[in-house]
């Protein structure tokens, strides 16, 4: 199966220490896009990269977080100094991209915990 | 900016009942409109989708109707299984060069046998 995959699934970490994610899309998929999910809320956009360029970012994203997609394959989502308020689900998707082939197909997930 | 209002959970239903789940939006132009499905312990699964006004989505006897005058895509089933039960997901992607999607809050719906 070539699905959306996220290392780790779970992560436990004290507070101010930092932490990173990874997201593998599925392969030829040139759009990436990270997301993040509290309990009881649907999915908030953090980030989106086109191949490697990060072209948008979110007001949620603070300057502790951290997002690449060095060779427009893999990403990498970074934060630093954690706080307990960044206890989510943290959700990869990726799509292929052009206006007929917008659906985005979702990862599995990291679950940060901070205590 | 883009908003969805989905209804609130949870839902409790008999098998084979019928199931209704309103989602209505704002955004600005013409967005694509979705359902995904989060089932216990998975990641979120697009169950159908929509692009333009008057399209219907359909999958695995759900349905679900674009409707740009009452900005509303309501899912759908006939008749629902115990294996239905999950978090629904209404979602849309406004046009132009901004590819995220802004997502509802999740209605939890629990099957009954």
């Known amino acids: 199966d070539t699905g959306v995959s996220q290392n780790p699934r779970h992560k436990i970490t004290k507070r101010g220490q930092n932490v990173t994610f990874r997201c593998d899309p599925i392969?030829?998929?040139?759009?990436l896009y990270w997301y993040r999910q509290t309990l009881g809320q649907g999915p908030e956009f953090l980030t989106y990269?086109?191949?490697?360029?990060?072209?948008?970012k979110s007001r949620l994203l603070s300057d502790r977080f951290s997002a690449e997609r060095p060779k427009g394959s893999f990403s990498t989502l970074e934060i630093q100094r954690t706080e307990q308020g960044d206890s989510a689900m943290y959700l990869c998707?990726?799509?292929?991209?052009?206006?007929?082939?917008?659906?985005?197909?979702f990862g599995p997930g990291t679950r940060l915990t901070v205590l | 900016g883009n908003s969805v209002t989905q209804m609130e959970g949870p839902v409790t239903l008999s098998e084979e009942a019928f199931l209704t789940i309103n989602c209505t939006y704002t955004?600005?132009?013409?967005?694509?409109l979705f359902w995904y499905v989060q089932y216990p312990g998975e990641g979120l699964q697009l169950l159908l989708k929509?692009?333009?006004?008057?399209d219907k989505g359909s999958n695995k006897g759900f349905e679900a109707t674009y409707r740009k005058e009452t900005t509303s895509f309501h899912l759908e089933k006939g008749s629902v299984q115990v294996s239905d039960s999950a978090v629904y997901f209404c979602?849309?992607?406004?046009?132009?060069?901004?590819?995220?999607?802004?997502f509802g809050k999740g209605t939890l719906l629990t099957v009954n046998p």
């Open positions: 929509a692009t333009k006004a008057d």
């Open positions: 392969s030829e998929h040139n759009r």
């Open positions: 955004a600005t132009g013409y967005p694509s």
């Open positions: 979602a849309l992607r406004s046009g132009g060069s901004n590819y995220k999607l802004t």
């Open positions: 990269f086109q191949n490697e360029a990060q072209l948008e």
């Open positions: 998707a990726s799509s292929l991209g052009g206006p007929s082939s917008d659906t985005q197909y």
